[in-house]
T-cell receptor
């Protein structure tokens, strides 16, 4: 069973701080990785995709991938209360399906 | 970014009736679309993969005769919940995959309540 593991949280950070969200996956041959944000009662929204080892930055978000360690992370700089949501890590399987982690709940407090 | 719409956004129906949910990719063509279900405070559960012009592939435990999926064009997939029962009440979400990147873009979801 291919798995994606995330800490369920909640991860609580003060406004303006860096939030660090982590994810590990079990399938060594995975090549495509995604971070989604899901607000309560809403559908997931794609934040970042990453395919190569290293860092990928987009605004306040940085995704980091280490295939050797089977580890993906998402950093959110200058966290805002509006960033409070559940963050889902997803890994593409061989059938183009996404395998989702259970999500990490992030709470940014003023 | 890519936009996916769903209609209706919410629906209430009586037990035993059927409900159709539409999913459209508005600004890109999607050869593959996916249907998910999510119960409150639970993870997304993939129900089926829908490929344009072919039969859907259902996940284990999902009744294909109950959840009918049609992907008639590169921008439209439909999910019909047949003979709905209260236990089918859930949040149904579709996604459309952008081919070269494998990125999935989600629709806003349809909240189904069966009374």
């Amino acid at each position: 069973q291919k798995e994606v593991e995330q800490n369920s949280g909640p991860l609580s950070v003060p406004e303006g701080a860096i939030a660090s969200l982590n994810c590990t996956y079990s399938d060594r041959v995975s090549q495509s990785f995604f971070w989604y944000r899901q607000y309560s009662g809403k559908s997931p929204e794609l934040i970042m995709s990453i395919y190569s080892n290293g860092d990928k930055e987009d605004g306040r978000f940085t995704a980091q991938l280490n295939k050797a360690s089977q580890y993906v992370s998402l950093l959110i700089r200058d966290s805002q209360p509006s960033d409070s949501a559940t963050y889902l890590c997803a890994v593409k399987s061989g059938y183009n399906k996404l395998i989702f982690g259970a999500g990490t709940r992030l709470a940014v407090h003023p | 970014g890519a936009v996916v719409s769903q209609h209706p956004s919410w629906v209430i129906c009586k037990s035993g009736t059927s409900v159709k949910i539409e999913c459209r990719s508005l600004d890109f063509q999607a050869t593959t679309m996916f249907w998910y279900r999510q119960f409150p405070k639970q993870s997304l559960m993939l129900m089926a993969t829908s490929n344009e012009g072919s039969k859907a592939t259902y996940e284990q435990g999902v009744e294909k005769d109950k959840f009918l999926i049609n992907h008639a064009s590169l921008t439209l997939s439909t999910l019909t919940v047949t003979s709905a029962h209260p236990e089918d009440s859930s949040f149904y979400i579709c996604s459309a995959m952008m081919g070269p990147t494998y990125e999935q873009y989600f629709g806003p979801g349809t909240r189904l309540t069966v009374t």
